[in-house]
């Protein structure tokens, strides 16, 4: 079973990874991040509701991606989105980005060259396009 992560739990994040959670059984998600406290400890407790394990939390994106995962979900801000996928490439992650991805020109060639270096694909999520329903 292939092992993600869930950066950014915010009203969109968190409702698309009650969805992902309530949806699909073969996804195991390893580690949870935001930079709000209460955040977290909300998505905790949606694990727990759900009887699902709690996996990793936390507050800090280093701790974040020290965790071992195939692939990460980034729903962030959206000016952050490009860091956090190059910080995920470098460490051979794979990133999921919700739309928006980049914010500027050179953000785009930021995410080639790191492709470039690293081999690691980064994948734009969009919003109606590869839920269940569709």
């Not at 909300?42 to 759900?50: G, R």
């Not at 980034?74 to 910080?87: F, G, Q, V, Y």
């Amino acid at each position: 079973m292939a092992k993600f992560g869930y950066i950014g739990l915010g009203g969109r994040g968190i409702g698309m990874l009650k969805n992902l959670l309530e949806c699909f059984e073969d996804v195991d998600i390893v580690a949870i991040c935001d930079l709000l406290e209460e955040r977290v400890e909300e998505a905790k407790k949606l694990f727990e509701d759900l009887n699902k394990k709690v996996p990793f939390s936390t507050t800090d994106e280093d701790e974040f991606f020290d965790v071992e995962m195939d692939g990460v979900f980034i729903m962030t801000n959206w000016e952050s989105h490009t860091p956090l996928a190059i910080k995920a490439m470098k460490k051979g992650i794979r990133p999921g980005i919700e739309v928006g991805g980049a914010y500027s020109l050179k953000e785009c060639f930021d995410l080639v060259d790191t492709y470039e270096q690293t081999g690691i694909h980064v994948m734009m999520l969009e919003n109606c396009c590869y839920g269940k329903n569709e």
